[in-house]
């Protein structure tokens, strides 16, 4: 099973092919996903320091262009763990004061 790193916070034993916002999730990380994983908040949007994933899509594209928000960033909601990833989410219930928003389909 793949491992995900977040820093301060721990690593983590998800499921392969497990959305990478509700892996964080159950692994306790509570990061926002405001528009329920429809590639359209941005609140759950991550920071990638060691790991593969899938090509930027066009959801995130769109999705950063119009929020302003630079694309090195991934959102969380779009990607899927397929192997060891170390990521920093950026935007959390704990550090933002907001609900983390509704929970995004498998
Ligand atoms: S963009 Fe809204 S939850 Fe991912």
Do not use: W, Y
């Not at 926002?32 to 060691?50: A, D, M, P, Q």
């Not at 769109?62 to 694309?71: H, L, P, V, Y």
Request: charged share 30%; hydrophobic share 35%.
């Amino acid at each position: 099973m793949p491992k995900i790193t977040v820093p301060e916070r721990g690593t983590f034993e998800v499921e392969n092919g497990k959305k990478l916002v509700l892996a964080l999730e159950d692994s306790g990380v509570h990061i926002l996903h405001r528009c329920g994983g429809n590639g359209r908040c941005t609140t759950c949007r991550v920071e990638v320091l060691s790991g593969e994933f899938c090509d930027l899509t066009n959801v995130e594209r769109d999705a950063f262009s119009e929020k302003g928000i630079e694309d090195h960033l991934r959102l969380s909601c779009q990607l899927r763990v397929n192997g060891d990833v170390t990521v920093r989410p950026i935007m959390m219930v704990e550090n933002s004061g907001m609900d983390a928003g509704p929970k995004p389909a498998e």
